[in-house]
């Protein structure tokens, strides 16, 4: 485990930081504990185990989809378990993040535990195609309708990853240009902003996609 020990630190964290370790050896190298402190001008790591789940190590500074996904819950919820996440190299995290609060209710840091299932995210795809059964004719011919383009974009995206069985951190560029290739021909580019957010699915850039289209586009 990493850690740091900072005069100031609050003692409800510094008690906590033994915890971080104890956690992540009980649930294995793919379980990310981090314990964070919070002031008012910064967010940082003073402890944690595993750091190779999200490549984050002590003094990083934290990342914002814990507490905006406890934000979104509401300020009556500080805790916040088993929501999906992704690291900055596509993997795909379960997620739980726990505000801790000193004695004047205030925030003053908070543990976030990651636990890495992109090779259970690839057996579940497996599972799922060994058990899967034709849907009946009434089933095929109804459509599922949306009037939200963005919608549309997200459906179409989701849709094509789940029949590429591999997560994203997972792919090589062939395969993320084959993605590309099914999103195009289904006419996703036609729609305003799927650039940008089909380059942060792949975790590529926006002219990485680009590319991407022209290679496949010269191939046509």
Do not use: W
């Amino acid at each position: 485990m990493e850690s740091k020990s900072y005069k100031q630190l609050h003692p409800m964290l510094k008690s906590m930081i033994p915890l971080v370790e104890s956690i992540g050896k009980t649930f294995g190298k793919n379980c990310e504990v981090v314990l964070h402190e919070i002031g008012e001008k910064y967010k940082t790591i003073v402890a944690i185990h595993n750091g190779h789940v999200t490549g984050r190590s002590v003094d990083s500074p934290m990342v914002n989809e814990g507490l905006e996904s406890v934000r979104k819950r509401g300020n009556n919820s500080d805790h916040i378990v088993n929501y999906q996440n992704k690291s900055s190299n596509g993997k795909i995290l379960k997620s739980s993040t726990m505000l801790i609060r000193d004695e004047k209710d205030q925030v003053i840091g908070c543990l976030c535990i990651n636990i890495d299932i992109s090779e259970f995210m690839i057996a579940r795809h497996v599972l799922e195609e060994m058990t899967h059964i034709d849907m009946r004719e009434e089933q095929l011919t109804s459509e599922n309708t949306t009037s939200n383009v963005s919608d549309v974009l997200n459906i179409l995206m989701k849709e094509t990853l789940e029949t590429s069985g591999k997560p994203v951190a997972y792919m090589n560029k062939d395969e993320k240009v084959n993605i590309v290739r099914q999103l195009d021909e289904q006419g996703a580019f036609l729609i305003k902003g799927a650039i940008d957010a089909v380059a942060k699915v792949l975790c590529v850039s926006r002219y990485t996609i680009y590319n991407y289209l022209d290679e496949i586009r010269g191939q046509q």
